[in-house]
């Protein structure tokens, strides 16, 4: 067993720092107070190959592993700690991964170049008003009739469909095709966002402010049936593999911010005093560093090893993605708080940057990519068939 890193991968974790230093932080504030990636990022991250990296070279993307992914996943969340580009990012990665599993060549060759270089967004339309949870019991329906599919319903809580349509991109949507068949009756059909029929309502959330979460209405929206991904009905499955594959990248966001936050939190207990001495002198506070600095390492090796048995195709790779995505948001959210305490008052301000990165991994405490108990539905079913 090798715990290391090949060359090429630190060589790839030290560009994507640099370039993120240079092109991401500066802006990182403005995009938390703005509610807005600037566009010019995700094209310079095209022409670097980290907006996409699992998109193959036939494509123009750099043909990169799941563990290539985690790096930069990592990488990014420690430079907008807010996660808003980290969802971006992962949602870019993850759903280019299925349409370019599943999808059409024709729809590939359309979509899968500008994902790659940057300019086009792609992510995921499941959830709806009723829930998210339970993916079977979706409503939304697509007619399929003479070579469109006509969709009809609601969608809730999606992420970058203000985006997409502005900056070009869509989603790839699940509908129901077969009435009375549960998840065998779910089509996935990538739908622009600019599509006709299509009204996009924005929520106000708490977080992550620079990618939009959204309602999404569908009137009679017609989208050519190349754009059905795979085969019909058979669109759960293909969630289901999206959703496994991108719970590793949001683990590696967590565990990006983690590392950041500890980082930030153990420089400033070496430098600030109390009582005469160093915080860090103090036990009570140096072994929460400790116990910090364990969990987070122990959320890294977990979700190496997902991204490791998925870069192999193990077919048990979702258990460890979905025990990473269980783990790594728990750990992320009590390190930032610990951090927040360490830093006192000052932790509560907004200078500190720590309220910032608290409102935005709460989106992966309440739901995002899988509520934490659908984590252990997943794990427990897996471990007790
Ligand atoms: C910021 C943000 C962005 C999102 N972006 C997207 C997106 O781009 N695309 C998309 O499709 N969805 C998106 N979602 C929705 C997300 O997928 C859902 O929040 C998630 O699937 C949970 O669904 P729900 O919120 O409707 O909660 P529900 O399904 O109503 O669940 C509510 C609570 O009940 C618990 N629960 C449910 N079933 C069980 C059970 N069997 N056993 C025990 N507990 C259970 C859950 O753990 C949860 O705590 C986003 C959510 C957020 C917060």
Request: include cysteine; charged fraction near 25%.
């Amino acid at each position: 067993m090798d715990f290391s890193l090949s060359d090429e991968q630190k060589l790839l974790r030290k560009n994507t720092a640099e370039f993120l230093e240079k092109n991401l932080k500066p802006f990182v504030r403005e995009i938390d107070n703005n509610g807005e990636i600037p566009m010019e990022f995700f094209r310079k991250a095209g022409e670097n190959g980290i907006i996409s990296p699992l998109i193959k070279l036939k494509y123009g993307g750099p043909s990169l592993s799941f563990m290539d992914s985690v790096i930069i996943s990592e990488e990014i969340a420690r430079i907008d700690t807010s996660m808003a580009t980290s969802v971006y990012y992962l949602l870019n990665t993850s759903w280019a991964y299925v349409l370019q599993k599943y999808g059409k060549q024709e729809l590939k060759d359309k979509l899968l170049p500008e994902i790659a270089n940057g300019s086009r967004f792609i992510g995921i339309a499941s959830t709806e008003p009723s829930g998210g949870s339970d993916v079977a019991n979706i409503t939304t329906t697509g007619r399929i009739e003479n070579g469109k599919v006509i969709i009809n319903g609601e969608k809730m809580y999606i992420s970058g469909a203000v985006e997409a349509k502005k900056n070009g991109g869509g989603h790839l949507t699940l509908v129901k095709t077969k009435e009375g068949v549960g998840h065998k009756g779910i089509t996935m059909v990538y739908v622009p966002a600019n599509a006709d029929g299509i009204e996009i309502t924005k929520l106000n959330n708490m977080g992550r402010m620079g990618i939009s979460t959204s309602g999404i209405k569908y009137t009679n929206v017609e989208v050519p049936e190349e754009n059905i991904i795979g085969e019909i009905n058979e669109g759960f499955y293909y969630s289901m593999d999206g959703f496994n594959h991108a719970r590793i990248m949001v683990a590696a966001a967590c565990n990006g911010l983690s590392y950041k936050m500890l980082e930030e939190g153990l420089n400033y207990i070496k430098e600030r005093k109390a009582f005469g001495k160093h915080l860090s002198d103090f036990e009570a506070i140096s072994f929460e560093a400790a116990d910090l600095s364990t969990d987070i390492e122990m959320a890294a090796l977990l979700n190496y090893k997902a991204a490791y048995l998925a870069d192999v195709e193990d077919p048990d790779f979702y258990i460890y993605s979905s025990m990473s995505k269980l783990k790594s948001p728990q750990i992320a959210m009590d390190t930032t708080k610990k951090v927040m305490m360490w830093f006192g008052a000052y932790g509560y301000t907004k200078d500190s940057g720590i309220e910032m990165a608290a409102r935005g991994i709460f989106s992966y405490l309440v739901g995002a990519e899988g509520a934490l108990n659908i984590m252990k539905v997943i794990i427990s079913k897996a471990i007790l068939k």
